[in-house]
């Protein structure tokens, strides 16, 4: 089993270019979460999935967008890429249950230049 | 408004000595709480948890203490070991409702084991 999988690992991009961070599980989990962290910080949320067709809204959702048309793939949109967005970001599953750990991907370290 | 705390940025320990990271919450609905492990380069990796039911929890050398009076929790570790070097992060969840597992998490403390 993979886990959890993030592609790219690295990325560069100019200010105003658009990209979509993949991430794929195959431990069959229902909610997905993606959470950036930025130097010297803690994960804040950016938006979470909790099953295919459902989305909302995290902690820090501006600037991003997402779509969950399979239980496996949770894909994250940058739209008009901007410097605040440079971050590591990290795709994360868990299992439907009232006490939930999350399963992290090994991240995506975006540079926005 | 930062509901988890890790108020110390970093932690230097001898080998098998102990190592003990804290963590603060503001949050009063938060009831369950986790505590992970990210090495250089990875995801962080989920080490061991605990539900406000509980005041302890322990799982090899890792023990995990919940004061819910305070609102601290704290995690163990005996002996400490080189491998234990790493970024410990304390993150917390309300169990229940629509929470759906989401996690807030504290800043991060850097571990540092030395032979």
């Known amino acids: 089993n993979a886990g959890v999988t993030q592609t790219p690992k690295f990325r560069i991009l100019k200010i105003g270019q658009s990209m979509t961070l993949q991430c794929t599980q195959d431990m069959n989990h229902n909610y997905m979460y993606w959470y950036r962290q930025d130097p010297g910080m803690g994960l804040k949320l950016i938006y979470y999935s909790v099953g295919a067709g459902i989305t909302d809204k995290g902690e820090v959702p501006n600037g991003y967008n997402v779509s969950r048309s399979t239980t496996e793939d949770f894909p994250l949109r940058l739209e008009l890429a901007a410097p605040s967005q440079t971050s590591v970001y990290f795709c994360a599953t868990g299992w439907t249950g009232r006490y939930t750990e999350a399963f992290f991907g090994q991240g995506t370290r975006l540079t926005v230049v | 408004d930062q509901q988890v705390k890790q108020n110390s940025p970093s932690l230097s320990v001898q080998e098998g000595r102990i190592s003990i990271l804290n963590c603060d919450y503001t949050n009063s609905m938060f009831d369950y709480f986790l505590w992970y492990k990210k090495y250089p380069a990875e995801g962080p990796t989920f080490l061991i948890s605990?539900?406000?039911?509980?005041d302890k929890n322990e799982d090899g050398r890792f023990t995990v203490f919940l004061n819910k009076s305070a609102k601290h929790l704290s995690l163990h570790i005996v002996p400490s070991q080189p491998g234990d070097s790493a970024v410990y992060f304390c993150?917390?969840?309300?169990?229940?409702?629509?929470?759906?597992?989401?996690?807030?998490f504290g800043q991060g403390t850097i571990l540092t084991v030395h032979p």
């Open positions: 605990i539900s406000s039911i509980k």
């Open positions: 993150a917390a969840s309300s169990a229940g409702g629509t929470s759906y597992g989401k996690l807030t």
